[in-house]
């Protein structure tokens, strides 16, 4: 099938040594690790983008600590990275054949890593953790059936609405649904001279997939359905066609307004009533607007249409199937998802503990966007559910921006990314 | 002499590029550890992805305008600042701060500057009465902004190596051409030039590789590839296939081809800038 | 401004009569500083506006319309943001680590530029278009290899004699500091600059009963300062602003780096502005101290009066 042309005789060598690291590549990964198995006392190692910063290492370096009092024998070696090179840090790690007996990662991993045999059954059921967590923040650690990974903390988007600036217009309550919401940020817009001075309400700060898929679900879509997308359906496109509206029809908002990492929010800055955002924003406002927290200025509303929803990402705990030590490691699974860590990571990190007992917890109930999220864990949907789902996420913001530059219709922009989809499922991970 | 060097290189070099061109052929599932040859699949793959071709031509127009430019504002300002001025070690300084200091704090602050209402870009431009455009959320100008940052940043460096070549510059060259009454100017591109060959040869190679494999200020500039993807060049996309996609096959596919690109290009430079071992 | 005046304002020092046409020259002086430093301010601006922002509350950053100037200046965000990781031990491993580098290259790379420029061997043109070749594959290709090699090397880090076992150079200094000690770009331009050496300096050399290693070290090399201070600046600044492969090839937060520990002011969903400011230009200076040392070697100008 394959021959080299002759011309190429002087780089047989170079080759040579190109299959030389791809032998290499796969008796590491069929090699066995070092270290003894079984017995009580192991060395583990952990993987983590949470618990950053100075403050998060020393939180994890003491929770250890309890980890081993409890586990003795047990020791713990942590590599702390970011979710922005977590997926270099896991590649490299796995291709080494040197897999992080512990590694916590985002949603969307789970089903590839379950799915190329990465991760271990942790051996749990539905009805075991449903005791601990909400049955929806257990979904995203659970492929084909089985659970890969448990939850430590969540991150959720939402409504999130300026209580003052409705006040101010005479609006009591935030919008029941996204029909009512585009009317009252219509009317809550200020252009001066054509220029853009308040938006009614800002769609474009959050990443743009995660801001439109709460829309898409609050309108009844889903992504997929039997493992085939499904997000082109006549609800999807409404959904689109909304946000569109919002940009081109309604212009409440102009395209360049603002961008996700501005430095600060239209809403903090009152040049927007809403937004759709990140439950972090009560961390940001908290530091650059402190006022507004004081005096009872922010809070979240859900995004309502055909039903509530709740966008919910997270962090999650899972083990690797080569780990000699799976007893111990699985012990610190459910050590770091467990009811001590699990609130304290959330809290370094202002996001949303996943476990129901952390729920009246001073953190949740001072931090008010973390607890209308805990209040509405119910609605939450998560994205995801196909192997292939991290190459398909990539293919949904170029997608969606075509669509709010008008340069595609909503149908159009959502036939486009399906079909892709479609395509990339059939090659399959 | 030349053995560790080349030791060296072949080991850790080397061998990863080798590697590159064998997975190119490849189906390598970095998650499973399989690699199965699959011919010209990942070939056929790439380029029936419209992403990835809109990537190719982005390269190609980002490079085409970040490298002469950069070249010719470096070029000139190396042989303004090849004086003793006492003021000359400052001018340099800052002519070469932008190359020193870490890209992702100083592309944020481009974006800043790039903010379409307030941001000093379209304030300086609103002075001459030009009502500036949404740059980084445009999709017609988003790759323009970026370019601008990428001169900005790449002049420094390209400074440095012609005010490197310019010391050995032979004064005695010029002392004739004075002699015989020829201007600065035509000094410049009589003499300077000319003698700057070698330097010139390199710089451009250089900067052509490192054009093609710009990632960090767009990466910041215009996360994800920027509005519409109008900004995703080949790097990024070899970056996305590897990490985010992990179709390793793929990516070294991609790669093998940015190799190609770049090896026409050098040796259209070769050519373009002459055989440099006949300079002297 | 006419591009003439402008190149005419640098070169004639001391070789026409310094009081000729004074006012002429005034102009010209003046009319080139006046285009550098335009153009220098250009380059430094945004510094300026990093530094300042490295100098603002959160509540200032937020505020809109923003700020020239801070409202109060916070020169607390510095202390503050080197709390946020261990700095110390990161500054000291990027500094071994770029002076690691540096060193290798300069001695690597120079051997290697000088033989591939000056010493007639068959094949050379072919290594050296090899050489190049190297650089054109990207990093993020390369990467899995390398880590898989230097996994690999023999009798380090519990290896066997194949490289199997453990864990080689993984979490080691021999990790951090060998791949990356010599640059194809670097022997490149040492090429370059050899190459523009005249022939009968090495001619007479080896009249002298010179070896090729002495005309290397004690003939050609002391011409090519500029080249040596050239790379070595490039090496220890692209070393020092390394943040991928120090973070890949590590665990261990005690061999982690500067880079590593300003990439915790960034946060997937919010940066840490002032601070992230504050640690960049904190960053930022060595580089620029080190760039006011290595001065000095472009500074001749004319003066060396070339190569006799």
Not at chain 2, 67 to 93: D, G, H, Q, S
Request: negative net charge; aromatic residues 10%.
């Amino acid at each position: 099938m394959r021959s080299y042309p002759s011309s190429l005789s002087r780089r047989s060598l170079l080759g040579l040594g190109a299959a030389a690291v791809a032998s290499t590549a796969l008796t590491a990964c069929g090699g066995a690790a070092p270290g003894e198995s079984g017995g009580g006392s192991a060395s583990l190692r952990l993987l983590t983008p949470i618990f950053d910063r100075a403050d998060g290492q020393e939180l994890l370096a003491s929770l250890l600590e309890d980890f081993k009092k409890d586990n003795p024998g047990v020791s713990v070696q942590v590599d702390h990275t970011e979710y922005g090179k977590l997926n270099e840090k896991l590649t490299t790690s796995i291709v080494g054949g040197q897999p992080y007996d512990v590694m916590l990662m985002g949603v969307g991993w789970v089903p590839p890593f379950a799915e190329k045999g990465v991760l271990a059954d942790l051996g749990a059921t539905e009805a075991e953790l449903a005791r601990m967590y909400n049955p929806r923040v257990i979904q995203p650690g659970i492929y084909d059936g089985k659970v890969y990974a448990r939850p430590i903390l969540l991150d959720t988007r939402m409504g999130i609405y300026r209580k003052d600036i409705l006040a101010e217009a005479g609006i009591e309550a935030p919008p029941q649904d996204l029909t009512e919401l585009r009317e009252m940020a219509k009317e809550l817009t200020i252009r001066r001279n054509g220029e853009l001075i308040r938006a009614g309400v800002d769609i474009l700060s959050n990443d743009l997939r995660q801001t439109y898929l709460p829309v898409m679900w609050a309108h009844g879509a889903d992504l997929f359905d039997g493992g085939n997308p499904v997000f082109d359906s006549d609800e999807a496109v409404d959904a689109l066609q909304w946000m569109v509206d919002i940009i081109r029809t309604d212009k409440i908002e102009d395209y360049g307004f603002t961008q996700q990492g501005a430095v600060a929010a239209p809403l903090v800055q009152g040049r927007a009533a809403m937004m759709v955002g990140h439950n972090d924003m009560w961390r940001q406002i908290s530091e650059s607007a402190p006022e507004l927290i004081a005096e009872d200025k922010v809070a979240g509303f859900m995004l309502n249409q055909q039903r509530p929803a709740l966008f919910q990402g997270g962090t999650l705990a899972t083990m690797s199937a080569e780990t000699s030590h799976p007893e111990q490691a699985k012990k610190l699974v459910e050590f770091l998802s467990g009811e001590k860590v699990s609130p304290l990571a959330a809290e370094q990190r202002g996001n949303i503990p996943a476990v129901l007992s952390a729920a009246d917890s001073p953190y949740v109930q001072n931090n008010k966007l973390v607890s209308f999220a805990v209040d509405n864990l119910d609605h939450a949907f998560s994205e995801g559910g196909v192997p292939t789902w991290l190459e398909i996420r990539e293919e949904f913001k170029p997608a969606l921006e075509n669509a709010l530059l008008g340069d595609a219709t909503p149908a159009e922009a959502l036939n486009g990314l399906a079909r892709k989809a479609e395509t990339i499922i059939a090659e399959g991970p | 002499m030349l053995a560790p060097s080349v030791i060296h290189l072949v080991w850790w070099i080397g061998i990863p590029v080798a590697a590159t061109f064998v997975l190119a052929f490849t189906d390598y599932d970095i998650l499973a550890g399989t690699v199965e040859f699959n011919g010209l699949d990942n070939f056929r793959e790439i380029f029936s992805d419209e992403t990835w071709n809109a990537s190719i031509w982005h390269t190609v127009v980002f490079t085409f305008f970040t490298v002469p430019v950069a070249m010719a504002i470096a070029v000139v300002l190396a042989v303004l600042l090849n004086v003793k001025m006492r003021a000359a070690v400052w001018y340099r300084t800052a002519v070469f701060m932008p190359h020193v200091t870490a890209t992702v704090a100083i592309a944020l602050v481009w974006m800043w500057m790039f903010e379409p209402r307030l941001g000093v870009v379209n304030t300086m431009l609103g002075w001459v009465g030009i009502d500036g455009p949404t740059w980084l959320a445009d999709p017609d100008w988003a790759l323009t902004a970026v370019i601008i940052v990428s001169i900005w940043k790449g002049i420094g460096i390209k400074m440095l190596i012609y005010l490197a070549a310019l010391q050995a510059m032979p004064e005695d060259v010029y002392e004739a051409a004075r002699i015989d009454g020829a201007s600065q100017i035509q000094q410049f591109f009589a003499i300077t030039l000319p003698l700057l060959k070698p330097a010139t040869f390199f710089v451009l190679v250089v900067s052509i590789i490192d054009s093609f494999q710009a990632f960090d200020q767009l990466y910041v500039l215009t996360p994800d590839g920027g509005p519409g993807n109008s900004t995703t060049v080949m790097t990024y996309e070899i970056y996305r296939t590897a990490f985010k996609e992990f179709n390793m096959g793929a990516a070294c596919a991609q790669s093998v081809v940015l190799f190609a690109f770049l090896l026409v290009l050098m040796l259209i430079s070769r050519r373009l800038t002459g055989k440099e071992e006949d300079v002297r | 401004m006419s591009a003439e005046k402008l190149l005419q304002g640098d070169t004639d020092r001391g070789t026409r009569p310094a009081n000729r046409i004074p006012l002429a020259r005034l102009l010209r002086r003046t009319a080139l500083h006046l285009v550098l430093a335009t153009v220098s301010l250009a380059m430094v601006l945004p510094f300026l506006w990093m530094i300042i922002t490295s100098l603002k509350t959160d509540p200032d950053l937020a505020s809109y319309p923003p700020n020239l100037l801070p409202q109060v200046w916070d020169w607390d965000n510095y202390s503050e943001a080197l709390e946020y990781a261990p700095f110390g031990t990161y500054f000291k491993n990027s500094l071994l680590i770029s002076f690691g580098h540096t060193a290798f290259n300069l001695v690597l790379a120079s051997t290697a530029g000088y033989a591939l420029a000056r010493v007639p061997f068959r094949g050379r043109t072919l290594v050296f278009m090899v050489v190049l070749a190297t650089m054109m594959i990207p990093t993020y290709t390369k990467i899995v290899p390398q880590y898989l090699i230097a996994k690999g090397i023999p009798f380090f880090g519990g290896n066997d004699y194949l490289g199997q076992g453990g864990h080689g150079w993984l979490d080691s200094w021999w990790g951090l500091i060998v791949p990356g000690a010599l640059t194809p770009f670097a022997i490149f331009l040492f090429r370059q600059f050899y190459l523009s050496l005249p022939r009968e300096l090495e001619e007479a050399a080896r009249i002298d009963g010179m070896g090729e290693f002495g005309i290397y070290a004690r003939v050609m090399t002391p011409l090519v300062k500029p080249a040596i201070a050239t790379v070595g600046l490039l090496t220890f600044e692209s070393s020092w602003n390394n943040f991928l492969w120090p973070l890949i090839i590590t665990s261990d937060t005690n061999l982690r780096v500067i880079q590593v520990g300003l990439s915790t002011f960034q946060q997937a969903d919010q940066n840490a502005w002032a601070y992230l400011m504050a640690g960049t230009t904190l960053a930022t200076i060595p580089m620029v101290v080190l760039f006011l040392f290595t001065q000095r070697y472009f500074v001749q100008g004319f003066a060396r009066s070339g190569i006799k």
